[in-house]
Nanobody, 126 residues
């Protein structure tokens, strides 16, 4: 099972940008579909974005299209989430997740991901 560690969160003003990183350990990273989810206080964990094993395909929740970009570097075992034009409602803990090695599909539900990081806090002030 891949181990995931997120970084890059912090406090930013509305309209600002942050780039989250998720470093993966293990030898299977390039075989894992990767995703980003977020969870705000008192709310369910929700899908943000996913990226295919090669990085050639991506998926986003509609409200984040055009503002967030997911990417990956398989040589560095890292997946990124570039977040622009941040809004106060983007405040949440952001989690990186991996699907099982070899499994296809840009899943948008958390149950489809078997490995999770500890999360990184993003706070957007108005």
């Amino acid at each position: 099972q891949v181990q995931l560690v997120e970084s890059g969160g912090g406090l930013v003003q509305a309209g600002g940008s942050l780039r989250l990183s998720c470093a993966a350990s293990g030898r299977t990273f390039s075989s894992n579909v990767m995703g980003w989810f977020r969870q705000a206080p008192g709310k369910e964990r929700e899908f943000v974005a996913a990226i295919s094993r090669s990085g050639g395909s991506t998926a986003y929740v509609d409200s984040m299209k055009g503002r967030f970009t997911i990417s990956r570097d398989n040589a560095q075992n890292t997946v990124y989430l570039q977040m622009n034009s941040l809004k106060p409602e983007d405040t949440a803990v952001y989690y990186c997740a991996a699907r099982a090695p070899g499994v296809e599909g840009l899943a948008t539900t958390k149950e489809m991901y078997g490995s999770w990081g500890q999360g990184t806090q993003v706070t957007v002030s108005s």
